[in-house]
Each structure stands twice: as structure tokens, then as C-alpha cells.
T-cell receptor, first 112, second 115 residues
Framework: GENVEQHPSTLSVQEGDSAVIKCTYS??????FPWYKQELGKGPQLIID?????GEKKDQRIAVTLNKTAKHFSLHITETQPEDSAVYFC???????????FGPGTSLSVIP | GAVVSQHPSRVICKSGTSVKIECRSL??????MFWYRQFPKQSLMLMAT?????????EQGVEKDKFLINHASLTLSTLTVTSAHPEDSSFYIC???????????FGPGTRLTVL
């Protein structure tokens, strides 16, 4: 089955700096890669996703890149703000309709 | 946007009792609902997938007789933890998806503590 790894497990950045989280996946049949933000005591929220027919996608301060050959995908947050502090999960599935397998998560702290 | 609610948000029960958690899609019809379990500082682990009107599909290692899932309507799924024990204490999160849209919308989670 699919296995998703994620690095780093914790990340601390100064406000205004960029944050990068990297993930790898094992199932070459995976084609859908969502990213979730989870605040303490809450459920995860989808912040951006990317499909295998696209190499990069951007939404304001957030961007994702996908290297399907290497089975790598990354989340980039620019101009970080304290409210970006949360746990971020990458995930993978074969299609957006299939079950999603989550990575272990990255705890991001943005220091004011 | 699509909203998913869970009830209760927190529950404390004694060992050996059963607990029911509800997951509702408030403004859309959820043809598929997923149940996850999350231990402190860990990732979400999928427990089961349920399609409206069908039996749930459980992930390997999840006891279907212990974690009863019912998806009787397009807006409601329930998870019943039967004969709960302290090791069942966890954060249970549901998500819902409608046909035609792949994105899963997550509920706020239910914190279960078994004494």
C-alpha cells in the first residue's frame, strides 16, 4: 500500500521567512496530493492540492510542486505569519475519490 | 463552503461502556464518509470508509465489531465504539465527500477519553 513520508517533523521560522515541507510517496499509481493544515484540537483543513498532470500550483502565499518521476512533492509558504503556525500534513491517493493516506505531519512554528 | 459537524466534541466514559459519535454534512449530501483516528502528536489513520446505504469497508487491523459504523442517510454517519477501554482514548475525526467532487471535508473531531 501507499506510504507517505514527510520532513521535517518540526520547523521553526521567523515571521516573514519562507517555510518548506517535503514529502515522498511510494505508490507510483498515486495521482492526487492534497495538503492539510490542522490547528490544535481541530480537524484538518485542505489548503491546496495538486494532481499528477501538473508540476506546480500556487495560491497566494502557498505553492506546491510535484516531481512524479522522483515521487516527491513539496509545500512552500512564503512571507510566513504567526497564524500559519499549525501542523501540516501532506497526503496522497490514487484519485481525489480514493482514500487518502496521510504523512506523519510537520509542526510549523512562526516566531513573531 | 461545505460544512461537516461532529457531535459530541468531547466525551468521557467509563471502561466497558459504548459511545456513539455522529458526523453530519450540513449543506451537502455525503455519498462517502471516512472515519479517522488520531493519537496525540501523530498523524490521522484511516479506520474505515462508508458509502451511504452500504456496509463500511474497514482498514486492516481495525476491528469492525468494536467500531460500528452506520451511514444510513446522505447526511449522517455514526461511529459507535463498543465496550470502550482506555486504549481507545483518542481524537476521532470524520470526513465527507459528495459524488462529483473529490475533495474531502473534515469535521472538527471528537475527543474520546475512556477512564
Amino acid at each position: 500500500g501507499e506510504n507517505v513520508e514527510q520532513h521535517p517533523s518540526t520547523l521553526s521560522v521567523q515571521e516573514g521567512d519562507s517555510a518548506v515541507i517535503k514529502c515522498t510517496y511510494s505508490d507510483s499509481a498515486s495521482n492526487y496530493f492534497p495538503w492539510y493544515k490542522q490547528e490544535l484540537g481541530k480537524g484538518p483543513q485542505l489548503i491546496i492540492d495538486i494532481r499528477s498532470n501538473v508540476g506546480e500550483k500556487k495560491d497566494q502565499r502557498i505553492a506546491v510542486t510535484l516531481n512524479k518521476t522522483a515521487k516527491h512533492f513539496s509545500l512552500h509558504i512564503t512571507e510566513t505569519q504567526p497564524e500559519d503556525s499549525a501542523v501540516y500534513f501532506c497526503a496522497a491517493s490514487r484519485t481525489s475519490y480514493d482514500k487518502v493516506i496521510f504523512g506523519p505531519g510537520t509542526s510549523l512554528s512562526v516566531i513573531p | 463552503g461545505a460544512v461537516v459537524s461532529q457531535h459530541p466534541s468531547r466525551v468521557i466514559c467509563k471502561s466497558g461502556t459504548s459511545v456513539k459519535i455522529e458526523c453530519r454534512s450540513l449543506d451537502f449530501q455525503a455519498t462517502t464518509m471516512f472515519w479517522y483516528r488520531q493519537f496525540p502528536k501523530q498523524s490521522l489513520m484511516l479506520m474505515a470508509t462508508s458509502n451511504e446505504g452500504s456496509k463500511a469497508t474497514y482498514e486492516q487491523g481495525v476491528e469492525k465489531d468494536k467500531f460500528l459504523i452506520n451511514h444510513a442517510s446522505l447526511t449522517l454517519s455514526t461511529l459507535t465504539v463498543t465496550s470502550a477501554h482506555p486504549e481507545d482514548s483518542s481524537f476521532y475525526i470524520c470526513s465527507a465527500r459528495t459524488s462529483g467532487v473529490g475533495e474531502q471535508f473534515f469535521g472538527p473531531g471528537t475527543r474520546l477519553t475512556v477512564l
